[in-house]
Structures are given as C-alpha cells and as structure tokens.
C-alpha cells in the first residue's frame, strides 16, 4: 500500500454539538435556541416524554416520539430524518441510548444471557458494533447534530452570603460511554443556571467560553465557524442519486467511494434503493461489486 501527502484545507462542515447537564440545566431549550440559529428545518428525536414540544410555541421544529431506544433504532430515525431534508436534528437526550430501555446496557446484558454463563465480554463484543453504526450515523448525518446527554447529579455543600451550610445539586459524568465527548466537536457543560461552560472546542472563538443562558449568538459563531471553508462538493443526496444511477461505472463508484471517505461520511444512514436502511459506505460497495467488470478468458 502506497501512501502520500497532500495539503490540508478546511472545508465547510455540518455542526456536531452536545450538551450536558443534570435535569433543569436548560438541555432542550439551549438545544432549540441553537438549531434555530443554525438555520433550516429541524427534526427533533424526542426520549424525554414529549419535553421538546414544551417549546413549540417558542421555536418551530418537527418531532419523533420514541419509547425504546435500541441504538438500530436511533439510526433508522436519522435516515428518515436525513432522507426527508432536515438540516438540523436534535436528539433529547442521547443518554436514553445507553442506559434506557432497549439501549445499550440493556443490550450487553442479553447478549451476554445468549453467550451463556452471562459472559459480559461477549456480551460487548456482539452489541458494540451497534453503539458504533449509531454514532457514525450521527458524525455523517448530512446536516448538523446536536444531542443532549444526562449527567449524574450529586451534591456539595457550599457556605451562602449569610455564612450558612447549604446543599446544591450538581451535575457529573455524563450517562454515556466514556469518551463520548471525543466524537463531538464542540461539548458544553451546563448547570442549574442555565450557564454554558465549553469544555471542548475546535471553533476557537468559543474556546473555554462560560456563557450565561446561551442565546441565538453562540449558534451564530458555530454556523460562521462551519462556513469558513471550501465547498465540500456534492451533497450525500446527490452522491446516493449518482451511486444509484444505472450510468455509474465501476471506476466512478470507487471514486466516490474515496472522496466519502476522506471527508467521513461512509458511515452516513441512508436507505437503499428499495427502502431499507443501510449506510453510504454500504450502498457504494455493494454497487461497485455488482458493476465490477467481469474478468475475460
């Protein structure tokens, strides 16, 4: 295998946001605020009971009640939301995906009860690869992501302007997989005070920012961060139209193939050609082997 290197650029990019707090930490509304600066139309894939229609006399958006949150699940609500030209989604709250019904704990424990003997190590091994397909699904979605996460609400102790002994509720870890963060570009914490604290950020004018109830300004840097850039080129519609066209040789296919690798979007939840969901990078490889030219004698 052969391998060069070739100048880097920046080119224009979809948001990939998460914000964490303990509940009442302003999640959903802080949510809201930024898909609406963002811009477009917004899906939100709601697991709080219907919290995020709360705000629908405030913000305009789109939403999908779900009550089991298998990880499959969540990737088949971002290819309907995808197909259907959403520029923003929301999912409220991602946590549902790992600690709810259906999600993944839930799935370790019954694939380690199939492995027999409750081996918790092949438990993981069968069910990762779902919690993987759902968090390429997010990172390729083709418009921006913005998920909400739980954390874990302990308390401190802290002395109030009189000198008095009080309790005050304080969220923690998140309730997700460790690492999560990573994945996202941009990850706020907030508190009780509706006060955003960026604890990671690749847009750097929001680098270690503390915000007070965050408003349609912090979306307004995000999105001129986001467009600060090259034009990606075809959108993942248009790359599934080309992939699907009878006309597509081989060779294009592979093409197409390298350039959604290179900016990650392999792993984008699209349906096929009869429907069913399955992923780009799927999509691709299935088509190229079918077009493959067939050897000669």
């Known amino acids: 295998m052969e391998f060069s290197f070739v100048p880097a650029t920046k080119a224009q990019a979809k948001a990939r946001i998460a914000f964490a707090g303990p509940s009442g930490s302003g999640k959903t509304y802080t949510s809201l605020v930024t898909a609406t600066a963002l811009g477009g139309r917004i899906a939100v894939i709601d697991t709080e009971r219907g919290s995020a229609a709360k705000y629908a ?3 305009t958006f789109d939403t999908l ?8 699940q969540l990737v088949k609500a971002l290819t309907t939301a995808g197909t259907a030209g959403y520029e923003v989604v929301v999912v409220d709250s991602l946590s549902h995906f790992w600690m709810g019904t259906g ?23 069968e069910a990762r690869p779902m919690e993987r397909a759902m968090v390429d699904a997010l990172l390729a979605y083709p418009g921006h992501v913005i998920v909400t ?19 005050r509720k304080i969220g ?4 997700q997989r460790d690492g999560i963060e990573y994945e996202f570009d941009i990850v706020g914490d907030l ?3 509706n006060t955003l604290i960026v604890a990671k950020s690749r ?10 109830e965050p408003g349609e300004d912090f979306g307004g840097k995000v999105l001129a961060w986001l467009t600060d850039g090259t034009d990606p080129g075809m959108t ?27 900016i990650g979007r392999l792993g984008a939840a699209i349906s096929d050609e009869t429907g069913d969901p399955t992923t780009l990078g799927a999509l691709l490889s299935r088509l190229g082997t079918a077009r493959k030219p067939k050897a000669t004698a």
Not at 103 to 125: C, Y
Not at 150 to 164: H, P, S
Not at 203 to 212: D, E, G, N, P, S
Request: charged share 35%; with cysteine.
């Open 191 to 193: 508190d009780l005070e």
């Open 149 to 167: 996460m739980r954390t874990k609400t302990e308390y401190v102790v802290d002395e109030n302007d009189r000198g008095k002994k009080v309790p």
């Open 236 to 262: 993942i519609a248009e790359v599934r139209a080309k992939a699907l066209d009878p006309a597509t040789s081989f060779e294009e296919l592979g093409q197409l193939y390298k350039a959604e690798e290179s």
């Open 57 to 59: 006399d405030e913000f």
């Open 65 to 72: 009640q779900m009550h089991t949150y298998d990880p499959r």
């Open 103 to 125: 999600g993944m704990l839930e799935q370790v424990d019954q694939a380690a009860k199939r492995s027999g003997g409750g081996n918790t190590f092949a438990g993981w091994k």
């Open 203 to 212: 847009c750097r004018a929001l680098a270690k920012a503390v915000i007070r």
């Open 172 to 175: 923690t870890k998140p309730e």
